[in-house]
């Protein structure tokens, strides 16, 4: 009897993953699942299912329900350190803002790859759709996604394969091409009436984008990058540090970041490292973040900042705790000007 093939469908949160695993794992074949951390899907350390106060990332709950309704296993792999390494710096570039897509593909499909190794499986899967989405699913960059893989002739496309060239599983009959689709174009509309035929009525958007096709952050990733020391790798904790809270740039190169709500602030306090740290006393507001503790401007700055975002009445000056390498100072400060805010806003 021949055995079962085994393929491994990347998941990537988003319908098509999902319709895509499903078709092929309705045509018999053994599918199992694999969704990549990059390390900018949720706050806390990649490749961990909750974060560092015991709450399940929002997006690991999301991808797991994806699996659930395509009925494959799920794996989640940490990817980070290689992804941030090519963040820095990406062979084909960004898209509208600081999002390395065909890197990305081509990352989480060579990972995918040595997973399917591994394994011993015989395909891989992704729910591309041809002509989607301008920058990583037009034609030239699915040939290119899959020959810088070394994915070629392996990965299957469910939804567009009738408008693709059969690949090695089609041809060597471990699924039948006459159950794929060929799908293409912007269209959402198949999709949805493939989900509605699978009986898959209720699918969950996404829980939050890729933050890194976010102006904001696209803004705050480039300012970062040109302090950056170039033998200096990119960590989780810059990362962490640069999707929170507001950011303040100041003309001799301190960094100051003053969180916006509760949760960003406990998340700062977490993400202190060898920074300064400001926290108000006596009454309600947002703590600080200083990048260069020695520097008195800085310093002075990020004060006046969080008096200015903190509930103490307009003029009034607030009592803060300054916190550096284990040395804690009372201090009091009064809010900065608003102009002198905006100039140094991010
Ligand atoms: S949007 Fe983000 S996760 Fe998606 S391909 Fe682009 S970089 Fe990768």
């Not at 070394?150 to 059969?166: F, N, T």
Request: include cysteine; proline fraction near 5%.
């Amino acid at each position: 009897m021949s055995r079962t093939p085994i393929a491994l469908a990347l998941i990537s949160g988003g319908l098509d993953s999902l319709l895509a695993a499903r078709v092929v794992h309705d045509c018999g074949v053994d599918v199992r699942g694999i969704t990549f951390d990059s390390g900018f899907f949720h706050l806390g350390k990649p490749g961990t299912r909750e974060d560092e106060f015991g709450r399940v990332h929002p997006w690991v709950a999301h991808v797991e329900a994806v699996a659930a309704q395509a009925r494959v296993p799920l794996e989640i792999v940490d990817v980070s350190n290689d992804f941030y390494r090519m963040l820095l710096n990406p062979a084909y570039g960004y898209g509208s803002h600081v999002n390395p897509c065909i890197d990305c593909k081509i990352l989480f499909l060579r990972k995918a790859l040595e997973r399917l190794r591994e394994l011993q499986g015989d395909f891989l899967i992704t729910g591309e759709v041809t002509g989607q989405r301008p920058m990583s699913q037009n034609r030239t960059a699915l040939d290119c996604i899959e020959r810088r893989s070394g994915c070629h002739d392996i990965l299957l496309r469910p939804l567009s394969a009738l408008c693709l060239e059969p690949t090695k599983p089609e041809r060597e009959g471990l699924i039948d091409r006459q159950r794929l689709l060929g799908f293409s174009g912007r269209t959402r509309k198949p999709q949805m009436e493939l989900a509605a035929r699978l009986g898959i009525q209720e699918y969950a958007q996404p829980a939050g984008g890729c933050v890194l096709t976010e102006e904001a952050f696209a803004h705050r990733f480039l300012d970062f990058r040109k302090e950056l020391q170039p033998e200096r790798e990119l960590t989780h904790v810059d990362i962490t540090r640069l999707r929170l809270g507001r950011h303040f740039r100041l003309a001799q190169g301190s960094k100051i970041i003053v969180g916006r709500n509760e949760i960003e602030n406990d998340w700062l306090e977490q993400y202190c490292g060898n920074w300064g740290l400001i926290r108000p006393l006596e009454c309600k507001g947002p703590v600080a973040l200083v990048s260069t503790p020695g520097d008195e401007t800085g310093k002075r700055f990020a004060l006046g900042a969080v008096a200015r975002y903190s509930d103490a009445p307009r003029g009034q000056s607030v009592q803060l705790e300054w916190i550096h390498a284990g040395v804690t100072e009372v201090l009091w400060a009064a809010a900065s000007p608003e102009e002198e805010l905006i100039a140094a806003r991010l």
